[in-house]
């Protein structure tokens, strides 16, 4: 059901935490939102410091290279990604859903262990964690 994670070494939770915060650090009310996602994922990439961005549900590598977001599965097969935003904005009264590529189930083992980790951490950290996995799931 994920789209991208983020981990800081293999810690999720650091590295959502870590998402959460590059996010406002480039965000202003005028900025076009396609350029907005492209370059949160891409500084998230060139991040270092035992940061990584992976795609899918099983965690294929991304990176940027030629000017490309590519995603990389286990057998070294590459996939370009084409990320695109939109604003969301109340007064147009555009609403947009996009449909998950499978059914969302209530029991999801992702679900769990978002909680697991919600409770596991400091209030802070919790809703920085929160925050970092909300917009890293609505990249669909």
């Known amino acids: 059901m994920s ?8 810690d ?11 996010f406002n ?7 076009d939102p396609t350029k907005l996602f492209e370059e949160w994922i891409k500084k998230l990439i060139n991040m270092g410091g035992g940061v990584r961005v992976t ?14 977001f590519i995603a990389t599965d286990a057998a070294g097969t590459q996939y370009d990604l084409k990320l695109k935003g939109d604003d ?4 147009t009264k555009k609403v947009m859903m996009i449909k998950p590529g499978q059914k969302p189930e209530l029991n999801d083992q992702y679900l769990a262990n978002i909680v697991a980790n919600i409770k596991a951490a400091s209030q802070p950290q919790a809703m ?7 917009l890293l799931r609505r990249c669909r």
């Not at 920085?128 to 909300?134: H, K, N, P, S």
Request: net charge negative; no cysteine; proline share 2%.
């Open 3 to 10: 789209t991208f994670k983020v981990y800081q070494g293999n």
């Open 12 to 22: 999720e939770v650091a590295g959502s935490i870590i998402a959460a915060t590059e």
């Open 25 to 31: 650090g480039l965000y202003t009310p005028t900025i």
């Open 55 to 68: 795609y899918g549900d099983n965690d294929w590598a991304v990176s940027f290279q030629s000017n490309k």
């Open 88 to 91: 969301d904005n109340k007064n």
């Open 128 to 134: 920085a964690y929160l925050l970092g996995t909300i």
